[in-house]
């Protein structure tokens, strides 16, 4: 169990240098641009279903796990949500977050999507963008963020 620790611990600090040389180069915004048509296109569907219990409504509880700039809550989401929590392993891009958020009920923090430290059954809703294939075991993430989600 201890090994398994140390390659993820080591796996995280891996990822997180990685981005913080992406937020660097100007990658943060390039990639943001990259995902929003297709990320713009899954919120309009959940608003179409929200009569079916499946959208983002007004009192949603999100969290966006490898959040990287914020985009998602920051510009597509804040208006339509209660709170929103932004996590991403690297510093560099929740400083670009951070910094770009005006609105009290939208917070970012550094930390590593596989070991939160976060309130389980907070969220209505967990968003991942472009991140999930970044963990080292993709299923034991899914798993922790299944426990943060309210029923």
């Not at 910094?99 to 970012?108: D, K, T, V």
Request: with cysteine; aromatic share 6%.
């Amino acid at each position: 169990m201890a090994h398994e620790k140390t390659i993820r611990s080591n796996h995280s600090r891996d990822v997180a240098t990685e981005f913080d040389q992406w937020v660097q180069a100007g990658r943060g915004d390039k990639m943001a641009a990259g995902h929003r048509f297709a990320t713009q296109q899954l919120v309009d569907i959940l608003a179409i279903l929200r009569g079916r219990g499946s959208a983002i409504v007004p009192d949603a509880t999100v969290l966006d796990a490898g959040c990287g700039i914020g985009w998602v809550l920051n510009d597509l989401l804040s208006s339509r949500i209660a709170l929103g929590v932004g996590i991403d392993l690297s510093a560099e891009m929740i400083a670009i977050a951070s910094s770009r958020c005006q609105l009290p009920h939208i917070s970012f923090t550094t930390a590593d999507s596989t070991q939160l430290s976060l309130e389980t059954n907070k969220f209505s809703h967990i968003i991942s963008v472009e991140s999930l294939y970044y963990t080292p075991q993709p299923l034991a993430t899914l798993k922790e963020w299944l426990s943060l989600k309210a029923d």
